[in-house]
Structure formats: structure tokens, C-alpha cells
């Protein structure tokens, strides 16, 4: 996890600052930390806008980046210092990086109170609407008596003081992992796809059984499809069915066409199924796409056609490790779209890119850097999609 | 009669706080002399080692010594105080102790419904600090709610209600004046509590 901190004070001689590099170099085993410095944030006024300012965006990239916020306040005056609450006016002005970020409060003093009323104001400025952090209840970490509490390395010299800052903190690193749960979108659930091709469009060639080996001459026939040197006006050119053929047949992937009723339509047929990254056999053209992948992968299939079709994700990739470290296999889902932006159905393409990554390396010298497995485990894996569910695989 | 300063609350250009001070100021104006004060364009404050305050500060305090009493108008930004105002707050509190044993009154405007109810309450526990000690005027509120449609063009209050409550918390504002005034028993040690507190002697 990557926290930013953010120093409190101004000053030159700041012990929140040290206390923060203290949690930065002590707990590194928890997180991560970016001590950051607000001594170059010009005073807030609603009259000079500085929004844009290098150092206002800088500090707003750092936090909108981080996965928390932990603030370092002094007391001054019973309240936080004007330069921090300044930084927070900024902050809350025209950008708004605490919103819904997870804030932890520290903050040490010279004194018993150990900045104990900075830390409730803070609170009570970071539940501002415009600011809307969301600050860690309770686990308060008041440091009092600073001048005797640190060491000349720096080190608080408390272990006690030392344990309880550790507890507070693990707290903390648990509780952003509660708020980004609690902050991730809601997604709707997306409506069920029809696997089994119950209905028609516009296209369906009608009143052909789909499951048909020989589904292609039967719409063929029924259609009066057009073949072999008949010219077809595409965009933009014009060429004969052959040379469409022959076109796609070049292509180096294996390409299929699923239309938006989940109708498998065509595939780019040059091979058999058993020289094919994922094996198709040409009875299949036609079929629904329940017919052509087994029962226990349509849930996959159907997440994936759900991606597409709400256009939550315009092209699924799927990573398979399968072929063996001599081939690069990635199986690619991509949507569909007419000049109107209607979803029109899946382009599934499937490639061993190695060849292309091979020929670039050597014509440019580059080298591959760390262990090419490691690259396994794209995130669709945690949807459980098959990507070895071959279309022979009938159910 | 008694002069007050008017301490404005924000650096902004448009303050619907300085037009309320500025009501006060001339409605006033035959029970005490309203001198506005602007906080715009100090530096930050950085707590300087060397202790020396800028100039224009050194000017405000002397204005401060020589007030009977100071009205502080504070828009709420955030839940609190403007941080120009904490920030004039800090520089008028580091080594220079004006407003120790000063009368003050708060008001406050805000566009909402609020009228910067929790800037007042913070501005409150901040006069009340070591170094500020002021003497707030007790169970006092005027929160200024709506504050952009409360004046008419020529600066006045549109709300009698409203004008009837600040005229009553004027007059006990200046009765409050004459009440610390004989309340100097603790001025001296409040003085001096303030001057010795220090920063590297805790």
C-alpha cells in the first residue's frame, strides 16, 4: 500500500515531521510512505485562484494516487496551523483528492496535550463537505512532551509508545482496505444473456436449425447467399467473395464472429481443429454459443458478453499459458460496434504474438526483462473465464 | 466613546463579512468609532526562529493595544475559520500578545443556512489559547445566515429581526467593554503567562 504524509507545519524544525519520517522508515513493512511538504502552498484566497499552481497539483497528484492520507498536525493556538488548514481550503476549493480517501491523524507537541484539540478540529475540517475525507474513528496518536521523546537518530525511544504506533497503524492499513470495499462502484448487476439463442434480429437467417452440421449450406440456400468471383461493395473498396476468403484466411490469427444474438456465425476456417490454438470444427458455424462451449464454462462466456454489450469493457483478454513458453497466446474478446455505436456482436481473436515480439526484439536490439510466466494471471482469471473451452468442447 | 477595531475575516475580495462589518460600522456609528482591519497578504506563518514578526503585523497589534475592544466577522470555511484568519491569528500571537485580555465579539456571515456556526465556535476555543486570552463576550452568537441576499444596495440589513438582535449585542458589547476593563485582577499574571509561555520551555 502507498500512503502519503503529509507534514503539518511549516516550520523548519518540525517534530511531525519527524515523527512521520519515524512511521516512514519503522513500519515500511506495512506500507509504503511519501512524506510530503506544504511549505511552498501559497495562503489560501478565494480571490486569487492558484488551484493550478505546481505546487497545489503536486500534492493533489501524490494523494489522488495514494491508497491514504496520514496527517502530522501541530497545535497552534488550540486549533492546526493556518499553512495546514490553508492546504485543505486548496484542497477543497476547485479539487477535491481527499474525497473518500482514508485519513489518519497523528500529531505531536511540546506539551501534555499533544496537539489533542488540532486533532479534533482537523476532524471536524477533513468531514467538511468539500472536503469529505474519510478519517479513521477512534486510534487517536497524541505525542506529548516531544523534545524528550526522540532519540539524537531520531527513534522514538518509548517502546511501548513504539507498539502502540504499530497497532494504530496496521488499524489503519485495514481500514482503507474497508473503505475502498465500501467506496468501489456499485455495479449494477447486468441483465442475462440469452446463450442459447431463443429469439431473433434483423440478420438471423430464420426457421434453420442453428445446431445443423451443414447449418451453413441450409441459410446459404435459404438466403441465396452470394460465393465465389461475385463482387461485394465493402467500406471502402470492392471485392469478390474469393478474395474475401482469401483475405481472411491470411489473416495470422484465428478470427471467429459471434453477432449480437449470440449466434456464432463464421470462423476464418484454414486449419483443423487439432492445429488450432482453440479448436473449432466447421459444423459449428451457426450454432448458439451454449452449443459450442461446455456447460461449465457459460458463465464465463456470459460475463464476458456482458463486459461487451453494456461496454463496461470494449475488449476482454485472456492470457493462456497452456501452449508452453514457446508461443505467447492471448484469446481477445473485442465488442462490436455499428456507425452508431450499437453493439453488434463479438470479433474473437486469438494469436501467438510471439513471432512479431521475436522478429521486434531482434530488429531493435531490445531484450525481454524478467520471467516471461510471470506474466500470467490477467484479472478476468478471477472471473473464471476458460479460456482453453474450445468450440469442439460440445456439451 | 469607545473605538472598536473590525478584524475582517478572510482575504477574500468579496466578503459579505466586511459588508457586515461594515453595517455595523456606520449604523453605530454615534455609540463607538469602527476602524475595519484586513488580513490580506500576510506571509504564512512558519513559526521563525528569530521571532520577528512582520511589519504590518506590528501595525495591526499597535492598532489592537490601542482599541477598547475588537469585533471579529469570520466566514466558515471547511467547519472552521478561514486559514487567513488562523494565519493572522498565529502572527499576532508570536511574541506580541495584543489581544490578551482584549474584549472581542464575533459575528459571522455565510451564504447557507449555518452562519458559520462551527468557525464561531472554533474561533472561540482559538482567542482562548495561551497566547491570544482574550476576553470573548459570553453567550453571544450572531450568525448572519443567507448573507448574499441579507443587504439591500446601500448596505443595509434587510432583516429587522436581525438588526434588533445585533443592536442589542452592540450595546452589551460595549457594557462587556467596561465589565473587563474592571476585571484587572488577572491581567498581570494573564500577561505574563503569556509572554513566558514558550515553545522549547515546556
Known amino acids: 500500500m502507498k500512503f502519503v504524509g503529509i507534514v503539518g507545519s511549516n516550520a523548519d524544525l518540525s517534530y511531525n515531521r519527524k515523527l512521520l519520517q519515524f512511521i516512514k522508515t519503522q513500519y515500511q513493512d506495512l506500507f509504503e510512505l511519501d512524506v510530503v511538504e506544504i511549505k511552498d502552498i501559497p495562503m489560501f484566497n478565494q480571490s486569487d485562484d492558484q488551484t493550478n499552481s505546481s505546487p497545489i497539483q503536486n500534492l493533489n497528484q501524490k494523494i489522488l494516487a495514494a491508497d491514504g492520507v496520514i496527517i502530522a498536525t501541530p497545535e497552534h493556538n488550540h486549533t492546526i496551523p493556518a499553512g495546514l488548514k490553508s492546504v485543505l481550503e486548496w484542497l477543497s476549493f476547485k479539487i477535491h483528492p481527499l474525497e473518500n480517501k482514508p485519513v489518519m491523524i497523528v500529531g505531536a507537541s511540546y506539551y501534555d496535550q499533544g496537539s489533542s484539540r488540532a486533532q479534533l478540529h482537523l476532524r471536524q475540517i477533513l468531514d467538511a463537505p468539500g472536503v469529505n475525507a474519510i478519517v479513521m474513528p477512534g486510534n487517536e496518536f497524541l505525542l506529548g512532551k516531544v523534545k524528550e521523546s526522540f532519540n539524537e537518530n531520531d527513534q522514538l525511544i518509548d517502546t511501548n509508545t513504539v507498539k502502540f504506533l504499530q497497532g494504530v497503524l496496521e488499524k489503519f492499513v485495514e481500514f482503507v482496505r474497508l473503505v475502498n470495499r465500501l467506496e468501489a462502484p456499485k455495479e449494477e448487476p447486468l441483465p442475462k444473456e440469452d446463450l442459447h439463442v431463443t429469439g431473433t434480429i434483423d440478420t438471423t437467417i430464420k426457421e434453420i436449425d442453428m445446431a445443423a452440421e451443414d447449418w451453413v449450406e441450409q441459410a446459404a440456400a435459404k438466403v441465396n447467399a452470394v460465393e465465389g468471383n461475385t463482387y461485394v461493395k465493402l467500406n471502402r473498396g470492392i471485392l469478390t467473395v474469393d478474395q474475401i476468403n482469401t483475405f481472411l484466411a491470411s489473416m495470422p490469427m484465428e478470427l471467429t464472429y459471434a453477432d449480437d444474438n449470440n449466434q456464432f456465425l463464421y470462423y476464418n476456417y484454414t486449419k483443423e481443429a487439432e492445429d488450432m490454438l482453440a479448436d473449432r470444427v466447421p459444423g459449428q458455424a451457426g450454432n448458439p454459443l451454449a452449443l459450442c462451449h461446455p456447460e461449465r464454462s457459460l458463465s464465463s462466456v456470459e460475463w464476458v458478453i456482458q463486459q461487451l454489450r453494456s461496454g463496461r469493457q470494449d475488449v476482454v483478454r485472456v492470457h493462456v499459458p497452456t501452449h508452453g513458453p514457446d508461443k505467447f497466446v492471448v484469446h481477445n474478446y473485442q465488442a462490436m460496434h455499428d456507425e452508431e455505436g450499437n453493439y453488434k456482436g463479438i470479433n474473437e481473436f486469438i494469436l501467438d504474438f510471439k513471432p512479431i515480439v521475436d522478429w521486434y526484439l531482434k530488429q531493435t536490439g531490445l531484450t525481454l526483462e524478467g520471467d516471461i510466466d510471470a506474466g500470467s494471471g490477467a484479472s478476468q482469471q478471477d472471473h473464471g473465464v476458460d479460456a482453453g473451452s474450445g468450440a469442439s468442447e460440445k456439451a | ?202
Request: hydrophobic fraction near 40%.
Open chain 2, 1 to 202: 466613546m469607545k473605538h472598536f477595531i473590525g478584524l475582517v475575516g478572510t482575504n477574500s475580495d468579496q466578503s459579505t463579512n466586511r459588508q457586515l462589518l461594515q453595517f455595523i460600522q456606520t449604523y453605530f456609528k454615534d455609540q463607538a468609532t469602527i476602524e475595519l482591519m484586513e488580513i490580506k497578504g500576510l506571509p504564512v506563518f512558519n513559526k521563525p526562529k528569530d521571532r520577528i514578526v512582520p511589519d504590518e503585523v506590528k501595525v495591526m497589534a499597535n492598532k489592537i493595544e490601542q482599541a477598547d475592544g475588537v469585533i471579529i466577522s469570520t466566514p466558515e470555511y471547511d467547519h472552521a475559520v478561514p486559514a487567513s484568519l488562523m494565519n493572522a491569528l498565529n502572527w499576532l500571537s508570536y511574541g506580541i500578545y495584543p489581544f490578551v485580555d482584549k474584549p472581542v465579539m464575533i459575528t459571522g456571515a455565510s451564504y447557507g443556512t449555518l452562519g458559520s456556526s462551527r468557525a464561531q465556535a472554533h474561533l472561540r476555543q482559538i482567542l482562548d489559547a495561551p497566547e491570544l486570552k482574550a476576553r470573548i463576550m459570553p453567550s453571544s452568537e450572531f450568525l448572519l445566515a443567507h448573507s448574499l441576499q441579507a443587504f439591500n444596495e446601500d448596505n443595509q440589513l434587510l432583516d429587522s429581526s436581525q438588526v434588533e438582535k445585533l443592536t442589542g449585542l452592540f450595546a452589551d458589547f460595549i457594557t462587556f467593554v467596561d465589565l473587563i476593563n474592571q476585571l484587572i485582577h488577572a491581567h498581570g499574571s494573564n500577561k505574563k503567562a503569556a509572554e513566558n509561555f514558550s515553545w522549547d520551555n515546556l
